[in-house]
């Protein structure tokens, strides 16, 4: 495993920090990438081998000059994990087009761009790209029409990345996290909000950043050699609940 190499966007924090860490563990060296450069060079700064690498997803010219540099630092790509995105989330009727493609720009448009750009290195090492969705992409919720469109729209993709690069030996899966107990999610949610998701999720908690890096490192792995065109929910089972009434629960 000492040469593989694994690419991991919104690598400066939360579940793409969790991942380069494991990926680490497992043999990998990583290529970190993020918009925020200050805080991408501080994370990195502590860890053995990666390179950091300052990166906008959503701007082509961006990705294609940070991937090249990828490839000219550490030789070839055995991993993409398309971590990167935003939550800009408000109601249906005033999410204006700014608020819509500002969220598509990122939580799409990049997990598009970096997987192209990517690709012919995937092909050559017949490697695997693991896209991060959500369970807001699996079912309707308020406040999220750009948001949960943007990440249905990742898992149709991943499906259509295993069905045409999987002649390649390429595969591609994709992970839907449910609440995660980052720092974000404890700054903005109330405890009203934490009591409603204990109250849905089957587990009765939120998950950690690290319970959605072990999936995604899973997926990255020999021992997913298998596994393409899956949409796997690490959500405590949230998205199994259907309607779930409280009052029906013991």
Request: glycine fraction near 10%; charge should be negative; charged fraction near 20%.
């Amino acid at each position: 495993m000492a040469d593989k190499i694994a690419i991991v966007t919104g690598a400066a924090r939360g579940i793409g920090l969790a991942t380069t860490r494991l990926l680490l563990r497992d043999g990998f060296r990583v290529a970190m990438l993020d918009i925020d450069a200050e805080e991408l060079h501080a994370r990195a700064e502590g860890l053995s081998g990666v390179r950091a690498y300052p990166c906008d997803v959503s701007d082509p010219g961006s990705v294609t000059a940070t991937f090249a540099a990828v490839a000219a630092d550490m030789g070839g790509i055995d991993a993409l994990v398309n971590n990167a995105g935003i939550a800009d989330f408000g109601p249906i009727e005033e999410t204006d087009f700014t608020r819509w493609r500002r969220v598509m720009d990122t939580n799409l448009d990049g997990v598009f761009l970096c997987s192209q750009a990517a690709t012919p290195a995937l092909i050559a090492r017949r490697g695997v790209i693991v896209n991060i969705a959500s369970i807001s992409g699996l079912r309707a919720s308020t406040l999220r029409v750009a948001y949960g469109t943007s990440k249905a729209a990742v898992i149709h993709l991943t499906k259509q990345q295993a069905v045409e690069l999987g002649e390649y030996g390429v595969r591609a899966n994709c992970v839907c996290p449910g609440p995660v107990r980052t720092k974000l999610a404890m700054a903005v949610h109330s405890q009203e909000i934490i009591d409603a998701y204990h109250d849905a999720i089957p587990l009765n908690r939120y998950g950690s950043e690290e319970e959605i890096g072990e999936v995604i490192a899973f997926l990255c792995s020999a021992r997913a050699s298998y596994v393409t065109g899956q949409i796997v929910a690490s959500d405590g089972g949230f998205e199994s609940t259907g309607v779930g009434l409280p009052a029906l629960r013991k």
